[in-house]
Nanobody
């Protein structure tokens, strides 16, 4: 089971830190990703970290602003989101599966956490 947390309301330019905690399995057995889906749009792979921490993917829309990291001791993965923009507003999901930008390659999904960025 995956549990996402850390969403909230923030002003444009602000920061949030999302966390994805696992129970029942070790996160480092899988690549872990963050996926978002705005209303009326398809799912977007925002970021992904490989099981060995050697590969990291960021969507162009968040590159330079978001940082994903593996907190092995806590069996969790975090997503530090800086310089947030109103267009970052949506529900964010964490997922576990195969490494990459394609959300369809994840096997396990957590519930979403809402991020709202006001202008």
């Amino acid at each position: 089971q995956l549990q996402a947390s850390g969403g909230g309301l923030v002003q444009a330019g602000g920061s949030l830190r999302l966390s994805c905690a696992a129970s029942g399995f070790a996160l480092d057995d899988y690549a872990i990703g963050w996926v978002r889906q705005a209303p009326g749009k398809g799912r977007e792979g925002v970021s992904c970290i490989s099981s060995t921490d050697t590969s990291i993917y960021y969507a162009n829309s968040v590159k330079g602003r978001f940082t994903i990291s593996n907190e092995n001791a806590k069996n969790s993965v975090s997503l530090q989101m800086n310089r947030l923009k109103p267009e970052d507003t949506t529900v964010y999901y964490c997922a576990a599966g195969a490494y990459g930008s394609n959300p369809n390659r994840y096997y396990y999904w957590g519930q979403g956490t809402q991020v709202t960025v006001s202008s």
